[in-house]
């Protein structure tokens, strides 16, 4: 976790709801505990304190702090030392005792796992010390019936509050830590698949593919390049680059079936996974593709007309791996390219019905 700026507030907030929770209830069990020992004044006067005006002022020393997360540690703390007072002030009345270190412990271990439980626990035993000092022990009380009752709330309702603080925050992280692969597997100009996350579902696919018969095994892959980017680039700018990638990036998306797999593998080149697909089938939806794009204009310049050359490549079970098959479809779009472009280009060592060469 980071332990500055934005990580610190944000632990401040969550222990900001949990404390005004956990001391109010608190108050009322030690309240019940020392009622019958007639304290002096100035114990009721710390008491009050502690539970109603310390959470406040605990979250504005921490939000105020160049450092929070390391506030709200010291504030943890100082919450140990006084919850360990409190028992030596309840003269260790059995059960408000066991009730107010058990969920003091329960916090502590919630926010920083063994090694902060073990450091609110050394803080605890200052704090009994401490008390120990203030109050000489003479007899440990038994608990009352009105003093179980009091210990209730801070049984029922902290535990739930602290759970639920705990699951809000851990949904978060995982919203996050989605969102973060999803990035780390996204292109952040197209939108779509980069070059690492399409060459895993292209290792699927081939998976897939080998699970079925030679017969049933259908699916084609297809390798994209924007004919003369560079030139594009040159003459309009990088800008007016970007605009036809992102053109391309939405008409694959807006134009190909749900379970068609699409990225982009790098620079001005996509690419395509087309499952259950004959080669015939893949090409009519390739060249479809090619010449829809053929025909979009650009505000950049209205006479800029940008054309596609296109590998395809079907499985064959003869493949040895996903990599023979993607240097199939590399090598037919070397061949639209160097053949004229504006083409979709596939194998010919199938039936001319599924062979054709656009």
Same mark, same amino acid.
């Given at each position: 976790m980071q332990k500055t700026g934005k990580k610190g507030l944000s632990l401040a907030r969550r222990l900001y709801t949990s404390r005004i929770l956990g001391l109010a209830l608190g108050l009322l069990l030690v309240s019940a505990a020392v009622y019958p020992l007639d304290p002096a004044p100035w114990v009721w006067g710390l008491l009050l304190f502690n539970g109603l005006l310390w959470p406040h002022l605990s979250y504005q020393w921490a939000r105020r702090s160049a450092v929070p997360y390391h506030a709200e540690h010291r504030n943890l703390l100082i919450d140990a030392l006084l919850g360990g007072f409190w028992v030596a002030a309840m003269q260790?009345?059995?059960?408000?005792? %066991? +009730?107010?270190?058990? $969920? $003091?412990? $329960?916090?502590? +271990? %919630?926010?920083?796992?063994?090694?902060?439980?073990?450091?609110?626990a050394l803080a605890q035993v200052a704090?009994? %010390?401490?008390?120990?000092?203030?109050?000489? /022990?003479?007899?440990?009380? $038994?608990?009352?019936?009105?003093?179980?009752?009091?210990?209730?709330? /801070? /049984?029922? /309702?902290?535990?739930?509050a602290l759970g639920w603080i705990c699951f809000r925050q851990a949904y978060t992280l995982g919203r996050q830590k989605r969102e973060l692969l999803a990035l780390s597997r996204t292109d952040s100009l197209t939108g779509l698949l980069n070059h690492g996350a399409w060459k895993d579902r292209l290792n699927e696919e081939f998976q897939r593919c080998l699970r079925h018969p030679p017969d049933e095994a259908l699916g084609a892959i297809a390798l994209i390049d924007i004919d003369h980017f560079k030139a594009i680039n040159d003459t309009y700018g990088h800008g007016a680059g970007d605009v036809v990638l992102r053109q391309l990036g939405k008409l694959l998306r807006q134009n190909l079936r749900a379970a068609d797999i699409v990225g982009r593998y790098g620079g001005d080149e996509f690419c395509v996974i087309l499952p259950d697909l004959t080669l015939h089938k893949a090409v009519q939806a390739m060249d479809g593709l090619r010449e829809r794009? %053929?025909?979009?204009?650009?505000?950049?310049d209205p006479a800029l007309k940008v054309s596609l050359s296109i590998g395809l490549a079907a499985f064959n079970p003869a493949y040895g791996d996903a990599t023979a098959w993607f240097n199939d479809a590399d090598q037919l779009l070397y061949e639209a390219k160097s053949s004229g472009r504006n083409r979709v280009v596939c194998q010919r060592h199938l039936p001319k019905l599924e062979a054709s060469t656009v």
């Open positions: 260790f009345n059995p059960l408000p005792t %066991a +009730v107010t270190l058990a $969920m $003091m412990s $329960m916090n502590n +271990v %919630a926010i920083g796992g063994l090694r902060f439980l073990l450091a609110g704090g009994i %010390a401490l008390g120990s000092v203030v109050f000489p /022990l003479t007899s440990v009380p $038994m608990t009352s019936p009105t003093q179980l009752y009091a210990c209730l709330p /801070l /049984l029922c /309702l902290y535990p739930l794009f %053929a025909t979009l204009a650009y505000e950049q």
